[in-house]
């Protein structure tokens, strides 16, 4: 375990090396934090960093830079993330509060974590198998064709045309409606299917196949599709720190575009506190030079998908970690509202 004093010398020199893209020398941190000890025992704090693996020494520099343990221990004994501004929250919270559907929360909210943290923005749509069921709407196209409409607390809505096996009258299809929102509205779409399984039964024998059908529809849609939903921006944000990268950006570039590598990056909505994984904690070799900040949000305190971004370890991470954390709780505040 590292004493306080050399855990306040590694602290100063992330926040040195965070703000002047420098590597950090023991005058340098004499003059400019308060570490009540002489140059002579910050070097020798120094000396120990960089013996146990926390700090390194470029080749071409006197100075020292923190390495993924360095970061890690930083993280890790953070006293706390750096509350936004109220201007920052009034920002926040009047930008999200424009959007007008799904779709327009989750380009928003990419933009504007893009904008706030000035690195590279991932949001997940929410997931469907951790949704409730908030609507389920049926509407006639023609005497043998419907549209099946789904909408989800979390404000999704999947469409999707059911053709019927024979044709379906507007009062057979009012009942079906009445019946099936009944049964389902405020259910977990996990419990769905046991929920409507005897419901053809309870049709006339000329109106059960359709029903069947509707229902075979709808339980496909419920279905978790293999590849979630997400979206990315400001991945031009990454030009700004070339030189934090060892030969070129380009594997990081070429690893933004698999989206299951970064659906596996922001890992299990479930988690929903803050997750931050630094350098080689990445699992894929692509991104083994940068950092993910993470964190569930969702409706009701529950977390329904995931939300982060991704920049060089050089980050100021205080400030990445509050602006994740504050953006995912105005985003699940307008998905409980919608």
């Given at each position: 375990?590292?004493?306080?004093?050399?855990?306040?010398?590694?602290?100063?020199?992330?926040?040195?090396?965070?703000?002047t893209e420098?590597?950090?020398?023991?005058?340098?941190?004499?003059e400019?934090?308060?570490l009540?000890?002489?140059?002579?025992?910050?070097?020798?704090?120094?000396?120990?960093?960089?013996?146990?693996?926390?700090?390194?020494?470029?080749?071409?520099?006197?100075?020292?830079?923190?390495?993924?343990?360095?970061?890690?221990?930083?993280?890790?004994?953070?006293?706390?993330?750096?509350?936004?501004?109220?201007?920052?929250?009034?920002?926040?919270?009047?930008?999200?509060?424009?959007?007008?559907?799904?779709?327009?929360?989750?380009?928003?909210?990419?933009?504007?974590?893009?904008?706030?943290?000035?690195?590279?923005?991932?949001?997940?749509?929410?997931?469907?198998?951790?949704?409730?069921?908030?609507?389920?709407?049926?509407?006639?196209?023609?005497?043998?064709?419907?549209?099946?409409?789904?909408?989800?607390?979390?404000?999704?809505?999947?469409?999707?045309?059911?053709?019927?096996?024979?044709?379906?009258?507007?009062?057979?299809?009012?009942?079906?409606?009445?019946?099936?929102?009944?049964?389902?509205?405020?259910?977990?779409?996990?419990?769905?299917?046991?929920?409507?399984?005897?419901?053809?039964?309870?049709?006339d024998?000329?109106?059960?196949?359709?029903?069947?059908?509707?229902?075979?529809?709808?339980?496909?849609?419920?279905?978790?599709?293999?590849?979630?939903?997400?979206?990315?921006?400001?991945?031009?944000?990454?030009?700004?720190?070339?030189?934090?990268?060892?030969?070129?950006?380009?594997?990081?570039?070429?690893?933004?575009?698999?989206?299951?590598?970064?659906?596996?990056?922001?890992?299990?909505?479930?988690?929903s506190?803050?997750?931050?994984?630094?350098?080689?904690?990445?699992?894929?070799?692509?991104?083994?030079?940068?950092?993910?900040?993470?964190?569930?949000?969702?409706?009701?305190?529950?977390?329904?998908?995931?939300?982060?971004?991704?920049?060089?370890t050089?980050?100021?991470?205080?400030?990445?970690?509050?602006?994740?954390?504050?953006?995912?709780?105005?985003?699940?505040q307008?998905?409980a509202?919608?």
């Amino acid at each position: 375990m590292l004493s306080e004093r050399r855990l306040e010398v590694l602290r100063a020199i992330v926040q040195d090396y965070v703000g002047t893209e420098e590597p950090v020398g023991s005058k340098a941190l004499t003059e400019r934090h308060r570490l009540g000890v002489s140059p002579a025992t910050v070097r020798n704090d120094m000396a120990v960093l960089e013996e146990e693996g926390f700090i390194a020494q470029p080749h071409t520099s006197a100075g020292r830079i923190p390495t993924d343990k360095g970061y890690r221990l930083f993280v890790d004994r953070l006293a706390g993330v750096k509350p936004l501004s109220a201007a920052e929250r009034r920002a926040i919270q009047s930008f999200l509060d424009g959007a007008v559907d799904l779709d327009d929360v989750v380009g928003r909210t990419v933009r504007l974590l893009a904008q706030l943290t000035r690195q590279v923005a991932v949001v997940q749509y929410p997931s469907l198998t951790r949704s409730t069921v908030r609507h389920v709407e049926l509407l006639s196209l023609a005497p043998a064709r419907l549209m099946l409409v789904l909408i989800t607390d979390t404000g999704r809505v999947e469409q999707r045309m059911v053709d019927c096996p024979a044709p379906f009258g507007e009062t057979a299809l009012a009942d079906l409606r009445a019946r099936l929102n009944s049964r389902v509205v405020g259910r977990r779409f996990t419990d769905v299917p046991q929920l409507v399984q005897d419901l053809p039964e309870s049709f006339d024998a000329e109106d059960r196949a359709t029903v069947s059908t509707v229902l075979a529809t709808l339980l496909e849609t419920l279905v978790e599709e293999t590849e979630e939903r997400l979206v990315i921006g400001g991945t031009a944000n990454l030009t700004r720190f070339g030189h934090d990268f060892p030969l070129t950006i380009r594997p990081v570039l070429e690893a933004l575009e698999e989206h299951m590598v970064l659906l596996k990056l922001l890992g299990e909505a479930k988690e929903s506190g803050v997750t931050v994984r630094i350098g080689h904690e990445n699992a894929h070799e692509g991104l083994n030079s940068t950092s993910v900040v993470s964190v569930g949000y969702g409706s009701g305190g529950e977390a329904v998908a995931k939300l982060g971004v991704v920049g060089p370890t050089r980050m100021d991470y205080p400030g990445t970690m509050g602006a994740v954390r504050a953006v995912a709780r105005y985003v699940g505040q307008i998905l409980a509202e919608s």
